[in-house]
Structure formats: structure tokens, C-alpha cells
């Protein structure tokens, strides 16, 4: 296969699974971390309007399933790609970053969940995944 092409293909492998895990982090982690009672999870306005009543645990839900979704997105794509497998990486890790900033605007939140999800869950992680992804095809 064209090295090029399989770049590509890694990467769109990598955007589609790691959206996948991110998302079922928070689907699932709602079910052990609730959302505060009367707040609507699959409500943005309700979940705006009522985040002052969420705790540390139900916060660090979304935090947990941006960075896991990334480190995995980051690790298939330097699995899967031939070359640049870093850099593919983390270009993983900023596709994740630009949704991650999607949501702060539209969602917002706590301050200090601000600074830590949008400095550590997302091109720490890529780059985490991606030497993950390296180490393992040396082994």
C-alpha cells in the first residue's frame, strides 16, 4: 500500500476509534458518576446551567475520556502509520484538542478542569500513545 495513503488511513483509524472510546468513557462513566439529579446529560444547556452542582468525580469523567480517547486515537494511528508516526500522532492529539475547546466554549466549566484537561488529556497523551504504539512494534 501507497505509504502515503496508509498515513492517511491511520490517522482517519485513529480520529474514528479514539472518538469511539471518548465517547463510551462518557456514556458509561455517567453510569458510575451520575450527573447531579435533574440535569439532562444529553442536555448542553442543562448540563451549562447545572455544572456548579457537579463533584470532582463527575467532572473528571469527560477529563478521563478525553485523555484515554486521544492516548488510544494516538497509539492505532502510530500502530497503523509507516512513517512520521509521531507527528501523526500527535496531529491525533490536536484534532482531540480542537474538540476539547469546542466544548469548553459551548460548556465551560471549572477553571482548574479547564487548565488540566485541555494541558494534559490531550497532546501529552498523543504523544504518550504514539511512544506506546513505537515500543510495542520494536518488540
Not at 13 to 30: E, K, Q, R, S
Not at 33 to 50: F, H, M, Q, R, T
Not at 74 to 80: E, V
Not at 117 to 125: I, N, Q, R, S, T
Request: glycine share 12%; proline share 6%.
Amino acid at each position: 500500500m501507497n505509504p502515503i495513503l496508509r498515513n492517511i488511513l491511520a490517522v482517519i483509524a485513529g480520529i474514528l476509534i479514539g472518538g469511539f472510546v471518548n465517547g463510551m468513557i462518557v456514556t458509561y462513566g455517567a453510569a458510575l458518576y451520575p450527573p447531579p439529579e435533574g440535569v439532562n446529560p444529553n442536555d448542553l444547556e442543562s448540563i451549562k446551567a447545572n455544572l456548579h452542582l457537579y463533584s470532582i468525580a463527575q467532572l473528571l469523567v469527560p477529563f478521563w475520556a478525553h485523555g484515554i480517547g486521544t492516548f488510544v486515537g494516538a497509539f492505532i494511528t502510530a500502530l497503523i502509520a509507516v512513517s512520521k508516526r509521531i507527528g501523526l500522532a500527535l496531529l491525533i492529539g490536536a484534532v482531540f484538542l480542537l474538540g476539547g475547546i469546542t466544548m469548553v466554549v459551548m460548556v465551560g466549566g471549572p477553571v482548574w478542569f479547564i487548565i488540566l484537561d485541555l494541558l494534559v488529556a490531550y497532546f501529552p497523551m498523543a504523544f504518550i500513545g504514539g511512544i506506546a504504539a513505537i515500543a510495542l512494534k520494536k518488540s
